[in-house]
């Protein structure tokens, strides 16, 4: 008897290209993209830049890289950023932010922004303050579990940055979750921001790869930043053409990726050591706390891996969970029979 695969939920960046997205990377059509000459990037430049209904788009070698590109193109060193806790360009991206940028992130609420907290973390313009020149929302929320950024919402905190001239950027990473899931088209949540990213590598299943969206000028800028990094790839269609592929067959399927993560909410919900509002799951990531008294997240972590669920510890007793495309009915049941055993 072989043993199954571990069901592999830490992260949905896991995920490996398809047969089908492999053959159609195989058939790429490229050219120096530094040139601006690989039909392969340009069409998907295209193709994003019209799902969301915007001007033009740049694709750039990471979400890590997106956001740093985001920052430089907006700000100036000394400029004052304000952004949701616990945000990706603030927690997970190795302190470049000051490090490459110079700005400093102020970071206010539970993660997703509200136009309250943003005006009450605006500055007087006063000398002594760093100026607020970029209002930073990330959608949906990583480190609050997959949670979306209601429209309405970011509506409110679009109308605030411009009455108070402040730009407006979205870490879109899995926007694309947060469009399935609410049946709101993109071109709904690109109008409501200044620019945007979204990652490919994430739940679209892509093997790298993210792209910034925004007005034609701004991306322009944005260029030459891409450039700066070292993020300027020449014939890089032949990972375009993932992004094409991805675009095409794998947005609609978030929602089975997100009815599974209901799933295993609802029955890790049920267990007596966990604390899982059901409300908190609304897209394909799960995260829950484990009764002190019974064991830590790196114990749960731990057993678990030992016994083919591979799951992720974000806190002293917060684990989280992620489903994605490699991850069927049969994994969900696993993954349920496993939490369960360990923590009834
Ligand atoms: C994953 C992620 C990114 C980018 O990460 P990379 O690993 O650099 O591609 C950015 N923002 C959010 C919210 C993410 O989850």
Redesign the pocket.
Known sequence: MTALPPVDLRSD?LTRPTPAMRQAMLEAEVGDDVFGEDPTVNALQERVAALFGREAALFVP??????QIALKTWCRPGDDVVAGEG???WY??AGAAGALSGVQISLVGDGLLTAAQLQAALKPDNHQYAPTTLAWV?N???RSGGRILPLAQLQEVQQLCRQRGVHLHM?G??LLNAAVATQIAPAAWGGAVDAL?I?L??GLGCPVG?VLVGDRDWIWRAHRFRKMLGGAMRQAGILAAAGLYALEHHVERLAEDHRRAQAFAEAAAALPAVTLGLDTVQTNIVAFAIDPARMSADTFVAQAAARGLLSYAIGPQRVRLVFHLEIDDDGLQRAVDLTRALLS
């Open positions: 960046t990471s979400g890590t890289m997106a956001n945000s990706h360009v997970y991206e990330e949906t929320h990583n870490d990473a899995r990213s990652c590598s994430k993210s």
